[in-house]
């Protein structure tokens, strides 16, 4: 069946940078779309960074210009580059992966920016 196991998640000071990875398995990889959301607590999840499977990209407004997507098809994993690290990131961020009606999510990996 088809997984994804999302890493890289911790506790990083306000300015700090965090590198989050997703690994799938059970999947045709490259002809998924892949994205990052997020959910803070009490609020809905949301949008931080998509990639479809022809490279195109988009990114919440917040996250603009600090945080890059990017994925390894060969490798079956996707990325999320978190670079000026603001208390507001803070939330459990999920790995996504849609293609057509197929949807499927990770268990999530936590990241608190917090000094």
């Known amino acids: 069946q088809v997984q994804l196991v999302e890493s890289g998640g911790g506790l990083v000071q306000p300015g700090g940078s965090l590198r989050l990875s997703c690994t799938s398995s059970?999947?045709?990889?490259?002809?998924?779309?892949m994205g990052w959301y997020r959910q803070a607590p009490g609020k809905q999840r949301e949008l931080v960074a998509a990639?479809?499977?022809?490279?195109?990209?988009n990114y919440g407004d917040s996250v603009k210009g600090r945080f890059t997507i990017s994925r390894d098809n060969p490798k079956k994993m996707v990325y999320l580059q978190m670079n000026s690290l603001k208390p507001a990131d803070t939330g459990v961020y999920y790995c996504?992966?849609?293609?057509?009606?197929?949807?499927?999510w990770g268990q999530g990996t936590q990241v608190t920016v917090s000094s």
């Open positions: 996504n992966a849609y293609y057509v009606h197929f949807n499927y």
């Open positions: 059970g999947m045709s990889f490259s002809i998924y779309n």
């Open positions: 990639m479809t499977n022809s490279g195109s990209t």
